[in-house]
């Protein structure tokens, strides 16, 4: 192997190497945590702890993101249309998953993009719940809607439950 071919490789393996350490550390580049709070009027906020989930995942951010930093899609149906693993601008839900998948406008949108191949994807209450409650399954993490959802008194007062509930009925007689 001449001189000028080992320099080369050894500068490709270093540069590899390098790069390494800095595409590990994408997941630790995310938030410590996120606020889920779109529905504050009725529940507290979700505090969802993003480190505690990139260590379950150790640190494979494919696990819950299927739109990845550039990493080429291990999914065989994102392959047909996406084989270069192009780059995302954001790896953020809501960036994709539209918080309002059910308004007119948006159903407009998706409609008259005949161009358009993710029509079916679900909204930003589907996507969470799609990935969370599938993983909590096999985990055994929380899978109940208050272990997650704390009504607030506004949201008890909506669903007239806690100190809105109804008053009983006391029955004296038959119909």
Same mark, same amino acid.
């Given at each position: 192997?001449?001189?000028?071919?080992?320099?080369?490789?050894?500068?490709?393996?270093?540069?590899?190497?390098?790069?390494?350490?800095?595409?590990?550390?994408?997941?630790?580049?995310?938030?410590?945590?996120?606020?889920?709070?779109?529905?504050?009027?009725?529940?507290?906020?979700?505090?969802?702890?993003?480190?505690?989930?990139?260590?379950?995942?150790?640190?494979?951010?494919?696990?819950?993101?299927?739109?990845?930093?550039?990493?080429?899609?291990?999914?065989?149906?994102?392959?047909?249309?996406?084989?270069?693993? *192009?780059?995302?601008?954001?790896?953020?839900?809501?960036?994709?998953?539209?918080?309002?998948?059910?308004?007119?406008?948006?159903?407009?949108?998706?409609?008259?993009?005949?161009?358009?191949?993710?029509?079916?994807?679900?909204?930003?209450?589907?996507?969470?719940?799609?990935?969370?409650?599938?993983?909590?399954?096999?985990?055994?993490?929380?899978?109940?809607? *208050?272990?997650?959802?704390?009504?607030?008194?506004?949201?008890?007062?909506?669903?007239?439950?806690?100190?809105?509930?109804?008053?009983?009925?006391?029955?004296?007689?038959?119909?």
């Amino acid at each position: 192997m001449t001189q000028v071919r080992k320099k080369i490789i050894l500068l490709l393996i270093t540069l590899a190497l390098a790069g390494w350490p800095a595409a590990h550390c994408l997941a630790e580049s995310g938030p410590e945590s996120a606020t889920l709070d779109r529905l504050a009027n009725l529940y507290e906020a979700v505090n969802f702890n993003h480190s505690a989930h990139v260590d379950i995942t150790e640190g494979n951010c494919a696990e819950c993101h299927h739109h990845t930093t550039g990493a080429v899609p291990t999914n065989p149906k994102c392959l047909k249309c996406h084989p270069g693993g *192009q780059e995302s601008d954001s790896m953020a839900c809501q960036d994709c998953h539209s918080a309002k998948r059910f308004e007119v406008a948006y159903l407009t949108e998706i409609e008259s993009n005949t161009q358009l191949y993710h029509i079916d994807k679900p909204g930003l209450k589907g996507a969470y719940h799609q990935k969370c409650m599938g993983c909590h399954q096999t985990t055994g993490g929380p899978t109940g809607c *208050q272990d997650c959802h704390v009504r607030n008194e506004k949201g008890d007062e909506f669903f007239h439950a806690g100190n809105f509930s109804p008053a009983p009925v006391a029955h004296n007689g038959g119909h």
